[in-house]
């Protein structure tokens, strides 16, 4: 039900922008987010952003990455600036409801930085 697009190949110290849609109207979600996994390495939470706009993100990232919603979109982007090449992976995002607990998750988009 989500749909994540705009992953790619750049260089490092480029930038790129993820976005995530839902394709069906989802009710009552209370946390957007981020993941991100790299080949041989745990899924690791990246940002996340809560209905009220608070925003948590991971050391690694902070001051590089930028996490925002859309509410009436139902959409969640991260523009990601001064990557390195550390930051490849593979990029989920993830809609949470806490009423009725579900985790919803994107199909993941490669985002590849190179030396």
């Known amino acids: 039900q989500l749909q994540a697009s705009g992953g790619g190949l750049v260089q490092a110290g480029g930038s790129l922008g993820l976005s995530c849609a839902a394709s069906?109207?989802?009710?009552?979600?209370?946390?957007m987010g981020w993941y991100r996994q790299a080949p041989g390495k745990q899924r690791e939470l990246v940002a996340s952003?809560?209905?009220?706009?608070?925003?948590n993100y991971a050391d690694s990232v902070k001051g590089r990455f930028t996490i925002s919603r859309d509410n009436a979109k139902n959409t969640v982007y991260l523009q990601m600036n001064s990557l390195k090449p550390e930051d490849t992976a593979i990029y989920y995002c993830h809609f949470g409801r806490w009423t009725i607990p579900y985790d919803y998750w994107g199909q993941g988009t490669l985002v590849t930085v190179s030396s």
């Open positions: 069906a109207p989802i009710f009552n979600i209370n946390d």
């Open positions: 952003i809560i209905m009220g706009g608070r925003t």
